[in-house]
């Protein structure tokens, strides 16, 4: 990321020999229409889905995002909170948190193409990391069209544009999350259409192929 570069010039790095090549992403795999077409068997009728992706590392920061969720629940009674890949993590753990009534999904790590169809099947993708030097999952999510709701780390900040395709909040604010993920939840046709601008920055950005290529040269 962007990030990173200016960090290692900081430390003294020439800025010639800096090259900025973000992780590839094949964009064509979670753009896929026909995963959209698998998403329905995620989907849970009357619910509105705010999604996480992430192993389990405090990098995550899951207690923000935890507190943050219980703010949203109070507002959104048809919220489903689901988590991704965060092996160790049990709805019990979760519902310390977030309260024992609200609706909660946690899945193990599961492969690229149902995680497509995760990402399809969401309303909204959410990404609470106190540190980050990218951000994959931010894009995996805008190349299926969906909107994200992130703390603005140094990665984050390389892919979310602040009111455009997602939404970036100070790290560790679990209320301005909150209030940013109710938002996109109570204004779908605003959600609709930054994740579609999410999609086309994406393809101009952060294209697996190209990235891949760049790395190699």
């Avoid at 020999?17 to 992780?23: D, L, N, S, Y």
């Avoid at 995963?35 to 207690?63: F, H, M, Q, S």
């Avoid at 949203?72 to 019990?92: K, M, N, S, Y």
């Avoid at 995996?140 to 909107?147: F, S, V």
Wanted: proline residues 5%.
């Amino acid at each position: 990321s962007q990030g990173i570069a200016d960090k290692l010039a900081v430390l003294g790095v020439d800025r010639r020999r800096i090259r900025v090549i973000p992780t590839p992403v094949n964009l064509e795999q979670f753009g896929d229409p026909r995963a959209g077409e698998r998403a329905p068997g995620y989907r849970v009728a009357g619910r509105k889905i705010v999604l996480t992706v992430g192993r389990n590392d405090p990098a995550k920061d899951y207690p923000t995002l935890y507190r943050a969720i219980g703010g949203v629940a109070a507002r959104v009674p048809e919220l489903l909170f689901w988590q991704v890949g965060a092996a160790g993590v049990t709805e019990a753990v979760v519902r310390v948190v977030v309260g024992a009534h609200l609706d909660v999904r946690i899945t193990p790590q599961i492969d690229q193409r149902e995680l497509a169809a995760g990402y399809h099947a969401s309303d909204v993708v959410v990404s609470s990391s106190a540190h980050e030097s990218f951000g994959k999952v931010l894009v995996e999510a805008n190349a299926c069209g969906k909107p994200v709701v992130a703390t603005a780390t140094t990665g984050a900040k390389d892919i979310v544009h602040d009111g455009v395709n997602g939404y970036l909040v100070p790290v560790g604010d679990a209320q301005a999350l909150a209030e940013k993920i109710v938002y996109l939840l109570q204004h779908p046709g605003e959600a609709r259409a930054m994740g579609e601008r999410g999609r086309a920055l994406g393809a101009e950005r952060f294209d697996g192929v190209k990235n891949t290529q760049a790395i190699v040269q």
